[in-house]
């Protein structure tokens, strides 16, 4: 086995990987995704005209859900191009906390981009930014986190689907306060069917791992040329 800090690593690794695999597969299935728009009716919020409701359920017991109010103003309207443009203002409701939000959204044809801003204080110096290019077999997503106003973190996610195949890619990479870059960590995911994973992890060494998906966890197995490793999580 490994010594007690690799054991800990691997078990830190391990939580963070699956972190993604839940945001991953709130991507890809799609179907999953629950999103409920309606006329707003609640007075607590009734200065915005619309709520809007989304669920996330994987199939098992992993369920993520979210609240937003809001109004929306179009800023393009192209019929010919089958284009459209609008801005969203409005507050998120998750886990008992409440965020202003701006949103700018683009759908061209089959092809959407968001980039949403999530405010975390009230002089708005901290924030979250979301952007996000949806097309039919490919999916891009970026996470920064802004600290007084400066980037200290990036997450870049891409899935795509490939000959029937799902493929994941992923880049986490931390600044310091002068924007220079301290870390960049990489993952490559390669679905090779609805229960096992193939994975890569760079982090300036580099793990190769096989995930293996159950009802209620993840079982991920470290590999080298002398040893294996496994750690179970629950989802």
């Given at each position: 086995k490994f010594k007690n800090s690799n054991e800990n690593n691997y078990q830190e690794i391990a939580s963070d990987i699956k972190n993604y695999l839940l945001t991953g597969e709130m991507m890809f299935k799609k179907n999953n995704v629950k999103t409920?728009?309606?006329k707003n009716t609640n007075k607590d919020y009734s200065k915005f005209e619309y709520k809007m409701t989304?669920?996330?359920?994987?199939g098992s017991q992993?369920?993520?859900?979210?609240?937003?109010?809001y109004n929306e103003s179009i800023t393009i309207e192209d019929d010919k191009k089958n284009e459209t443009s609008s801005v969203l203002r409005g507050?998120?409701?998750?886990?008992?906390?409440?965020?202003e939000i701006i949103c700018n959204k683009e759908i061209e044809q089959d092809e959407c981009e968001l980039e949403l801003k999530i405010y975390l204080n009230?002089?708005?110096?901290?924030?979250v930014v979301v952007e996000q290019e949806i097309e039919r077999f490919e999916n891009e997503y970026t996470y920064m986190i802004y600290k007084n106003n400066k980037k200290?973190?990036?997450?870049?996610?891409e899935i795509e689907i490939e000959n029937r195949k799902k493929k994941m890619s992923?880049?986490?990479?931390?600044y310091d306060d002068n924007g220079k870059e301290l870390s960049q960590i990489k993952y490559e995911f390669v679905y090779k069917d609805d229960t096992t994973i193939e994975c890569s992890y760079e982090n300036e060494k580099e793990y190769e791992l096989t995930i293996t998906v159950s009802k209620y966890e993840y079982e991920f197995e470290f590999k080298s040329d002398e040893e294996r490793n496994t750690i179970t999580l629950k989802k």
């Open positions: 409920k728009i309606e989304s669920t996330f359920i994987d992993y369920k993520s859900s979210y609240i937003i109010y507050v998120m409701l998750k886990d008992n906390q409440e965020f009230e002089d708005k110096s901290n924030y200290v973190e990036e997450t870049s996610l992923i880049e986490l990479t931390k």
